[in-house]
């Protein structure tokens, strides 16, 4: 399996900034930081129109978190600035083998 070195976010927003959402794009991951940066360019093209404002910005991906990447965090500015990564929640899910309601349940 290919590693993913940096993924594409792509945001539309309206004219005040103030209103913005992900847009979807047809490659959103690639192998290489580089592959991000000369396809944003045209990624931005095929949503044209979508939004007053359009931004993108590729997002380095740490391959020791790469399976665990669970997040993208991003947040517009009023001056168009982008500010995104990549994060892992901290949702933790544990589970008890003993269960000792069901214990209490069969005694009865």
């Known amino acids: 399996m290919e590693h993913i070195a940096a993924l594409l976010l ?3 927003c309206s004219n005040t900034m103030a209103d913005c959402h992900e847009l979807p794009v047809p490659v959103s991951v690639f192998a290489t930081a580089d592959q991000c940066v000369s396809e944003r360019p045209f990624a931005m ?3 044209q129109g979508q939004a007053e404002h359009i931004i ?3 997002l380095a991906v740490d391959p020791a978190l790469e399976d665990d990447y669970d997040q993208i965090v991003w947040n517009v500015r009023p001056d168009g600035t982008l500010d995104a990564s990549l ?3 901290d949702l933790v899910m544990a589970s008890n083998g003993a269960r000792p309601e069901k214990d209490y349940l069969r005694q009865q």
Do not use: E
Request: hydrophobic share 50%; net charge neutral; charged share 15%.
């Open 10 to 12: 792509v945001i539309g």
């Open 56 to 58: 993108a910005k590729c």
């Open 45 to 47: 093209g095929d949503v």
């Open 87 to 89: 994060a892992v929640s």
